[in-house]
């Protein structure tokens, strides 16, 4: 069987949650002995417990089986914390609410980490009428691109999927967007939050410089 929940994670979990292993294992129904060999890798919880030991938990079922530490028991509630993946392989982009075990072409992909915007990548955020207008100041070559665009509100996401020799643009509505992130196919992914009294103007800002010392009057002004 291969290992799709260790031991380690089991135990985490469990002295997280304040439970010694006779008290998980009542909820449970097995004796405590089980819940020693799961956290020894002598055996491993039946598929059929998998549902029962995330609710024990309060996770899901996904954050259980990926193998990852859990850091926050509520990151699939959590728009503002989502993860990007993209396969190296056929370029698909796959977006998640918190923690997963996302697997394409036989690869087990990690999320990517969003940097800040730079003077390579350029961003120009316009407003028109209710819509965000996103354009990126970058070649759409079939070698180097950005795959997509995606804007982030407080309960929900809208992704743009690009192509090579196309447009490096994307429409998104204005109300409640938060933050809006691309990805280049060679330089990973780049995220720039919306700023109030900034991203609401007739025109935006693509000067990383010029921009911060432009977040920092409209936080002053707008909390």
């Known amino acids: 069987m291969n290992q799709y929940v260790t031991g380690t994670v089991i135990r985490e979990l469990r002295e997280k949650n304040k439970m010694t292993q006779i008290q998980l294992a009542e909820k449970l129904g097995v004796s405590d002995k089980t819940i020693s060999k799961w956290e020894t890798g002598k055996g491993y919880p039946d598929i059929t417990l998998l549902e029962p030991i995330a609710k024990t938990f309060r996770i899901s079922v996904t954050e259980l089986i990926s193998g990852n530490t859990i850091r926050n028991a509520n990151v699939s509630a959590n728009m503002l914390r989502s993860k990007f993946y993209v396969c190296p392989v056929c370029g698909n982009a796959i977006h998640s609410m918190g923690e997963a075990a996302i697997h394409c072409h036989g690869i087990m992909l990690t999320p990517l980490i969003a940097e800040a915007t730079d003077e390579r990548h350029k961003i120009f955020i316009d407003r028109i009428e209710d819509e965000y207008y996103v354009r990126i100041d970058h070649s759409m070559t079939k ?28 429409r998104f509505k204005i109300r409640g967007v938060r933050k809006i992130l691309f990805c280049c196919n060679r330089d990973g992914l780049y995220a720039i939050d919306v700023i109030k009294g900034i991203d609401d103007k007739e025109s935006g800002y693509d000067d990383a410089e010029e921009r911060r010392e432009l977040e920092k009057a409209a936080r002053m002004l707008f909390g």
């Open 143 to 170: 070698k180097h691109y950005i795959s997509f665009v995606a804007a982030v509100f407080s309960d929900g996401i809208q992704m743009v999927k690009l192509y090579p020799e196309g447009a490096c643009e994307a």
